[in-house]
């Protein structure tokens, strides 16, 4: 392990302790099951190293086009909008059991909510893309992929650390409580949505 790999590991764990659609989404699972929570974790993760190929080996770069960047907008945000309006509905159901099999797939839902975030995107092409070009005059392609994986990995474990804090606090809660914490992340995701619904829009009409 060298020096670049703890000081990726931190900017990683940094950015994902930022309150996101990732985080919001893994912590919503997890007050639903832990488990749940582990592998919408899981799906970010996935997404994460899938970025981190994509900027080691150049292609991501060709994403930095303004029709992909409104396609990502634009997916993005109905991702979000489709988690937000099934999440309150899973609140208004009176079975706990019936709104736990509403809430399926949350590998794929963690998977695509970072995958099809462009703030995502825009990161690993600006700031760790930067870092891996430099790196790359340097040093071999392992060290790069190894150096890289800090950033991995410190995002699955600030999310790991939230799980953890949500299973906590979630002992210590009622059920109206949890309850009302979903609703919430309901509308913030909701808000996250309309955000990037607008970003869309201002795609269209701000020239660059």
Do not use: Q
């Not at 919408?40 to 994509?54: D, P």
């Amino acid at each position: 392990m060298t020096a670049t790999f703890f000081t990726n590991f931190l900017l990683g764990f940094a950015v994902a302790a930022v309150i996101g659609p990732v985080n919001l989404t893994t912590m919503r699972y997890g007050l639903d099951d832990f488990w749940k929570g582990v592998w919408c974790m899981t799906g970010s993760a996935v997404s994460e190293i899938a970025f981190l190929v994509l900027t080691a080996s150049g292609i991501i770069f060709i994403f930095n086009d303004p029709a992909i960047m409104r396609l990502l907008w634009f997916c993005g945000g109905f991702a979000l909008l489709y988690l937000a309006v099934t999440g309150w509905k899973t609140t208004d159901l009176d079975d706990w059991s019936d709104a736990r099999a509403t809430t399926r797939h949350p590998f794929a839902a963690g998977f695509l909510v970072d995958f099809l975030n462009p703030f995502s995107m825009v990161w690993w092409m600006t700031v760790i893309g930067s870092m891996i070009l430099a790196n790359l005059e340097h040093n071999s392609i392992g060290k790069v992929y190894l150096d890289g994986s800090g950033v991995v990995l410190g995002i699955a474990t600030c999310l790991f650390v939230m799980l953890c804090a949500v299973r906590v606090a979630k002992r210590h809660v009622t059920g109206k409580i949890i309850r009302l914490a979903l609703k919430l992340s309901s509308v913030a995701l909701l808000g996250f949505a309309v955000w990037f619904f607008y970003r869309f829009y201002l795609s269209f009409i701000v020239v660059d």
